[in-house]
Each structure stands twice: as structure tokens, then as C-alpha cells.
């Protein structure tokens, strides 16, 4: 058997046991509360919300999660505490205080009570492990063995209290009416180490301020699904601590008197359990409709550093009243001094409040404060693979989302943060209508994405696909001149160089020939002609990079000698004041081999039968046609490298390029180039 088949069949039998155990305490603890109910006489409040409240909600906590969460032992853990915390020390309790009160002690109840007080602190200890192994249930660091280790020997107490205590100890939350049951193991010669064990048995709870801080640094190394999780178990444990743990050790260590007595003392702690195991499952189970960064805005942490700059506002103001009350200032000029110092200190406690919301939800830039930085990134560098994580990380920290991701066509992805829930928001990166891949936001960690920020992501998705889109026509202007490069570079070596060298060689003949006197002017004019063939080879070549007639003549004489070479009918429309105009050479060539690659591509592809070509010089661009009756084409998904290619030197220099296409309707192409220097 292998270990992950071992493992899966501990963790059934372990189920099963702990099913079983659920099983039996249920029907043994369910008839004992309804006599319980029915016989403790006064019924108080606080009995009552125990038995009927507190016990349920927390064997019903421990379930919930076992069954929702049965990969996480988390569920497992609080089930048992809450059985061996809450409804094992019950059992006993019930039928030993209704016995006690009818025909006082009897000898046998120092087993109950014995049970109950081992029992709860076993149950104490789980929780302390629930606490630490949040929140996944298991042990991470040796520092949370060790103190897991220390804390599993305080079960020993309430053993050792039997042979120090003439009396078996109990809490004063328990037994309540049970006094001086005496403890059979009592042995006189320790009874000195009595009051010590009662006071470590009370100081015990101490223990879950150590855990509490163990999992605050089980929280800085974990990760932000994981810190979520974490942040209600610390919310749930901070609010435990305030209401229940650090006063009943304040009153333990004699720094205050006891604050409830008796029953009472039992309803205050309700509200302890209910909170910290209720966080515990939502921690676990996660639900998608509460969040807990509001939930801690909404209570202590927000609402207390709220008071405190409202104290200091209303000192302020109240301070220079009295201030001027004691100038025996009149009660008018006092009340219009007061108002005016309240409203000069207004900016100051909104700059307060702008603290105090850092310091609860962490620094978050500005709008202005992202795109600035963003920039600067840009400015830096225009790898996607650098881009993009930068990208991500300045949407997640603007916004305070729990991830963004941000993928590119080419699949390049970054991702910031743990994407664990619906996208709430779905941006595309790029400019116009030309996309090259998409900003994927999920939930804010405290409400819903609003319209500035949603500006906000559409403002630096166009940033980095600007950016991305000017490194891919970079790239590819490079590509096609290295490309363009070696053609040049394969004509001449395989054309006007070899013909060049075999003149060479005939030359050499000749020269041996004329030694002799037998060259004759045949040979010599065959000579002139190989020559004359070489020179209009290159000049062909030269033509293929840029024409002599463009250079010579302009832009439009340059067109319409290509036009003039078409076996088709073409038309041409331009502006005779084009014949005139001159143009920056870069301009020129753009706009000639523009209209030189639309009629190719019309030659190979389009079987058309006419051809339209217009040039335009309105204002400071030119404007560019061609249109066929050919077949057409899909412009989306058939243009192919010459196309891409004319687009990137066009859109090099500032300038657009449009095609319209439809199957069997003909194309048309469209360009215009800025002829100014921006």
C-alpha cells in the first residue's frame, strides 16, 4: 500500500472514530440538558445560554468544517475540542450539581469534576493547536512543536491539584453551587504546592496569547489566500482576548477585582467563543459573500483609531473654549472663537483619518501616483517578461485587489497575488481596436471596483500595449531589413557578381587574344554587351530598394511608371500639384512601396480585372488607395507578411494604415502619412 493510500485510510478511521465519539456524547449530553433545564431551580440566563447555545454552536462549528472542508484537519481539531472543551465537561456537571443540591457531596464527585477539568484543558489545548496549524491544520516550524509540547503537560494539572488540595479544584465558571468536595489523593505534606498549581492552571490561558502571537508569524510568511484566512482567526483571537482572557488574568494576578461572579461570569464568555470559533469558520470554509478586511475596518481596529482622532479633535476644540472662558471672553465671542479654531482644525483630523486608513489598509498609490510609476517603468525597460509583473503588482496595490493577472497573445502571463474566485474585472490591453491581450481583476479585498478605477486599469492597459505594440514593430522593422539585407546580399552574389567575374575572365581572354592579334570587334562588342546586361541587372537591384524615378521625378512620377507596367486596367487619381511637391525620402519610399506592394499583391492574388489607385496631399499628409474587383480576402486572419510588413514602416512613421475586404467583393487599402517631423 502506498503512503498516499495509508494516508487516506488513517484519516477514515480517524473519521470514524471521531463520528462515533460525536455519536455517543450527543445522546448522552442532549437528555442531560433538557433535565438540566427542567430541574435547575432558579434557571438562569446564563445556564441556559450555555447548554442551548454555546455547547451546540461549538460542536456545530467543528462539524461544518469537517464536512466542508474534509481535506483540512482544521475540521477534524475543532470537533474534538469542542467535545472535549465543551460537551464532555458538561456531562459530568449536570448531574453532580443537581445531585449536590439535593442531598449535598457525595463521595464520588471528585471524579466528575476531576473528568470535566482534564477534559476542558485538553480541549483548551486543541484549541491552541486550531490556532497555531491555521489554516491548513498542520505544523510548520519547530517553535510551534515546542509550544504545542509545553502545552499538551498543562493537561496534568487538575491530577496534580488532586494530591495538593485538601479540595477538588474547579473553575468558578463550573460547578457553580459545588463547594469542598474533598479530593481522595490529598497528601498534607504537599499541600504548600496547592494555591501554586491553582495559580498556573489559572495562568494557563496565558497560553493563548503565545499562540495568538505564534500565528501572527505564521502569517508573515504565508501567502495572501493563506493571510486572508489567518487575518479572521486573529481577528476572532484579538476579540477573545479582550473580552475573556486578559481580564480573567488581570483578576488571577490580583491587578483588579473580579468583575462577574458565579453564573453571570459564564454568559460573558458567550460572546469569546462564539466570535473566535465563528471566525475560525469562515477562515476555513472561506463563503464569497463576507470579507474580512471590512469586517476588522467595521469594528476595533478602524473604529478605534476613528475615536481617538475624534477625541483629539473635540480636546482641541473644548480645550480652546475653556481657554477662552478663562479669558472671560463672553459666552458669544468664546463660542465664535471655538467654532472658528474647530474648522482651522479640520484639515489636520482629515489628514488623521488619511493615517489612520493607511495604517489599517496599507499605502496605496494614488491614480496619478500608478500611472506615473508605470511610466517610469516603461521608460526603464519594454520587455513584456518586465513589464507585465510590474504591471500586475501596481493594479493589485492601486486597487487592493486579492490578484490581477495579465496575459498577452503570445501567451506571455504574469499573475500577482492567488487567483481563487470570479473575475470581476476584464480589460484589453492595446490601443484602439487592436488588442494584444487582456487585464484580469478579481474581488477587491474590501468592495466593489468603481468607475475611477476601472479608468484606472483601462489607463495603464493602454500604456503597456502601446508599449508592447511599438517593441513588436520595432522588432519587426528589424526583422525585415536584416531579411531585405541578405536578398540584396544573395542578388549580388548570385547575380551581378558572378557575371562580374566571368567578365573578368573573358576580359583576361581578350587581353591574351589582343596579345596576338586575334582579337577581333565581334568579341570586343560581346564584351560591351555583357557589360551593358551587368549594369541593368543592377540597376534593376537598384530599383528594388529605391527607384531611380522616385528620386529623380517624385512621388507621383514614380507611380505612375509602376502603374504603367500592369497588364490591367488601372486607374489613377491624383493631384497634379503632387508633381511639384517633394517629400522626405523616408516619406516618399513609404508611400511608393506602399502602392507597390497593393499592386503586387493584386497581381499574385486577387484575379482582378481593374484597379483604382488615388494619391492625395491635404494639409501636412499624404493620402494613399488602392481598390480592386478581385476576390477579397479575410483581413483578420489571411494577411500575410508583405501586408504586416508595409503596416509597420507606415505606422513607423505616424502614420495609418486600414483594409477592407470581403470575399468575392475586392479590396481596399488605405493609407496616410504624416509628411512633418512631430
Given at each position: 500500500?502506498?503512503?498516499?493510500a495509508?494516508?487516506?485510510q488513517?484519516?477514515?478511521v ?13 445522546a448522552?449530553?442532549?437528555p442531560?440538558a433538557?433535565?438540566a433545564?427542567a430541574?435547575?431551580?432558579p ?7 450555555w447548554l442551548?447555545?454555546v ?5 456545530a462549528?467543528?462539524?461544518v468544517?469537517?464536512v466542508?472542508r ?8 475543532a470537533t474534538w475540542a469542542a ?5 464532555i ?21 471528585w ?9 476542558g484543558l485538553i ?11 491555521l489554516?491548513?491544520?498542520?505544523i510548520?516550524?519547530?517553535?510551534e ?5 509545553v ?14 488540595n ?5 473553575h468558578?465558571?463550573?460547578?457553580i453551587?459545588?463547594d ?5 489523593f490529598?497528601i498534607?505534606?504537599l ?20 499562540a ?8 508573515r510568511?504565508a501567502?495572501?489566500?493563506e493571510?486572508?484566512q489567518i487575518?479572521?482567526?486573529?481577528f476572532g483571537g484579538?476579540?477573545?482576548l479582550?473580552?475573556?482572557v486578559?481580564?480573567?488574568?488581570m483578576?488571577?494576578i490580583?491587578l483588579?477585582?473580579?468583575i462577574?461572579h458565579g453564573s453571570f461570569a ?5 460572546p469569546?467563543?462564539?466570535?473566535f470559533?465563528?471566525s475560525?469558520?469562515i477562515a ?5 459573500w ?12 478602524y473604529?478605534a483609531?476613528s ?7 473635540i480636546?482641541?476644540?473644548?480645550a480652546f473654549g ?19 479654531v474647530a ?6 483630523r482629515r489628514?488623521l483619518q488619511?493615517v489612520?486608513d493607511?495604517?489599517?489598509?496599507g ?15 516603461i ?7 518586465e513589464?507585465?509583473?510590474?504591471l ?7 486597487i ?6 495579465a496575459?498577452l497573445?503570445?501567451?506571455t502571463?504574469?499573475?500577482s497575488?492567488?487567483p481563487?474566485?470570479?473575475?470581476r474585472?476584464e480589460v484589453?490591453?492595446?490601443?484602439g481596436?487592436?488588442?494584444v491581450?487582456?487585464?484580469e481583476?478579481?474581488?477587491?479585498l474590501?468592495?466593489s471596483?468603481?468607475d475611477d ?9 493602454a ?6 505594440m511599438n ?12 531579411a531585405?539585407?541578405r ?5 549580388i ?5 558572378q ?7 573573358r576580359?583576361?581572354?581578350a587581353?591574351?587574344?589582343?596579345a596576338?592579334g586575334e582579337l577581333?570587334?565581334?568579341a570586343?562588342?560581346?564584351l560591351?554587351n555583357?557589360?551593358?546586361?551587368i ?10 530598394i529605391h ?32 508633381r ?5 525620402d523616408d ?13 503586387a ?14 494619391l492625395?496631399?491635404?494639409?501636412d499628409?499624404?493620402?494613399l488607395g488602392?481598390s480592386?474587383?478581385g ?14 510588413g508595409?503596416g ?6 505616424g502614420?495609418t494604415l486600414t ?5 468575392e467583393?475586392?479590396t ?5 502619412i ?5
Amino acid at each position: 500500500m502506498d503512503e498516499r493510500a495509508l494516508t487516506r485510510q488513517n484519516r477514515h478511521v480517524r473519521r470514524r472514530i471521531l463520528w462515533t465519539a460525536l455519536a455517543v456524547c450527543t445522546a448522552v449530553y442532549v437528555p442531560l440538558a433538557i433535565w438540566a433545564l427542567a430541574t435547575w431551580d432558579p434557571l438562569d440566563l446564563a445556564s441556559v445560554a450555555w447548554l442551548m447555545g454555546v455547547v451546540p454552536f461549538m460542536t456545530a462549528a467543528g462539524v461544518v468544517m469537517l464536512v466542508k472542508r474534509p481535506d483540512n484537519r482544521v475540521g477534524e481539531i475543532a470537533t474534538w475540542a469542542a467535545l472535549a472543551m465543551f460537551v464532555i465537561p458538561t456531562i459530568p456537571e449536570i448531574p453532580t450539581t443537581i445531585i449536590h443540591a439535593e442531598s449535598g457531596p457525595r463521595s464520588w464527585m471528585w471524579m466528575g469534576m476531576w473528568l470535566a477539568m482534564t477534559s476542558g484543558l485538553i480541549g483548551f489545548v486543541l484549541i491552541l493547536v486550531l490556532i497555531v496549524t491555521l489554516p491548513n491544520g498542520q505544523i510548520r516550524y519547530r517553535r510551534e512543536r515546542r509550544f504545542l509540547s509545553v502545552a499538551w503537560v498543562s493537561v496534568l494539572i487538575p491530577t496534580l491539584t488532586l494530591f495538593t488540595n485538601e479540595y477538588v479544584y474547579t473553575h468558578t465558571q463550573s460547578f457553580i453551587g459545588v463547594d469542598d468536595v474533598p479530593s481522595p489523593f490529598f497528601i498534607p505534606a504537599l499541600e504548600p504546592w496547592g494555591p501554586i498549581l491553582v495559580a498556573v492552571a489559572s495562568l494557563v490561558y496565558a497560553l493563548f496569547l503565545w499562540a495568538v502571537g505564534l500565528q501572527v508569524m505564521r502569517y508573515r510568511h504565508a501567502t495572501l489566500r493563506e493571510r486572508k484566512q489567518i487575518r479572521w482567526v486573529l481577528f476572532g483571537g484579538v476579540t477573545a482576548l479582550v473580552i475573556g482572557v486578559i481580564p480573567e488574568l488581570m483578576q488571577t494576578i490580583g491587578l483588579i477585582d473580579p468583575i462577574v461572579h458565579g453564573s453571570f461570569a459564564s454568559l460573558i464568555v458567550v460572546p469569546v467563543f462564539v466570535i473566535f470559533m465563528g471566525s475560525v469558520v469562515i477562515a476555513v470554509v472561506e463563503p464569497p459573500w463576507v470579507d474580512v478586511d471590512i469586517v476588522i475596518r467595521k469594528s476595533f481596529v478602524y473604529g478605534a483609531l476613528s475615536f481617538v482622532i475624534l477625541l483629539i479633535y473635540i480636546g482641541v476644540a473644548a480645550a480652546f473654549g475653556v481657554v477662552a472662558a478663562g479669558a472671560q471672553l463672553s459666552i458669544e465671542i468664546a463660542l465664535i472663537l471655538t467654532v472658528i479654531v474647530a474648522m482651522l482644525f479640520q484639515p489636520a483630523r482629515r489628514r488623521l483619518q488619511l493615517v489612520a486608513d493607511r495604517w489599517v489598509f496599507g499605502a496605496r498609490p494614488t491614480r496619478f501616483e500608478a500611472v506615473a510609476e508605470f511610466g517610469g517603468t516603461i521608460e526603464q525597460s519594454v520587455d513584456p517578461a518586465e513589464l507585465l509583473p510590474r504591471l500586475v503588482e501596481t493594479i493589485r496595490k492601486a486597487i487592493r485587489l486579492e490578484w490581477a493577472s495579465a496575459t498577452l497573445d503570445d501567451g506571455t502571463q504574469a499573475v500577482s497575488g492567488e487567483p481563487n474566485g470570479k473575475v470581476r474585472l476584464e480589460v484589453p490591453i492595446g490601443v484602439g481596436s487592436e488588442n494584444v491581450g487582456r487585464i484580469e481583476c478579481g474581488p477587491k479585498l474590501g468592495g466593489s471596483i468603481d468607475d475611477d478605477e476601472r479608468h484606472l486599469v483601462q489607463t495603464l492597459a493602454a500604456q503597456v500595449g502601446l508599449a508592447v505594440m511599438n517593441a513588436r514593430l520595432a522588432g519587426r522593422i528589424l526583422n525585415a531589413a536584416e531579411a531585405e539585407r541578405r536578398r540584396i546580399e544573395r542578388n549580388i552574389h548570385d547575380g551581378a557578381q558572378q557575371e562580374l567575374v566571368a567578365l573578368v575572365a573573358r576580359l583576361g581572354m581578350a587581353k591574351t587574344k589582343a596579345a596576338s592579334g586575334e582579337l577581333s570587334p565581334e568579341a570586343i562588342a560581346e564584351l560591351q554587351n555583357e557589360a551593358q546586361h551587368i549594369l541593368s541587372d543592377l540597376r534593376d537591384l537598384a530599383q528594388g530598394i529605391h527607384p531611380t524615378v522616385l528620386s529623380d521625378g517624385g512621388i507621383l512620377e514614380a507611380v505612375e511608371d509602376r502603374c504603367a507596367h500592369l497588364p490591367l486596367d488601372v486607374s489613377l487619381q491624383a493631384s497634379e500639384r503632387l508633381r511639384t511637391m517633394r517629400f522626405d525620402d523616408d516619406v516618399e519610399g513609404a508611400a511608393y512601396f506602399f502602392v507597390s506592394e497593393a499592386l503586387a499583391n493584386i497581381l499574385k492574388h486577387s484575379a482582378a480585372s481593374r484597379v483604382e489607385v488615388t494619391l492625395d496631399a491635404p494639409g501636412d499628409r499624404i493620402e494613399l488607395g488602392v481598390s480592386d474587383d478581385g476576390c477579397g480576402f479575410n483581413p483578420n486572419t489571411d494577411r500575410g507578411n508583405g501586408l504586416t510588413g508595409l503596416g509597420d514602416r507606415i505606422r513607423a512613421l505616424g502614420g495609418t494604415l486600414t483594409i477592407s475586404s470581403k470575399s468575392e467583393h475586392g479590396t481596399s487599402i488605405q493609407a496616410s502619412i504624416p509628411t512633418t517631423r512631430p
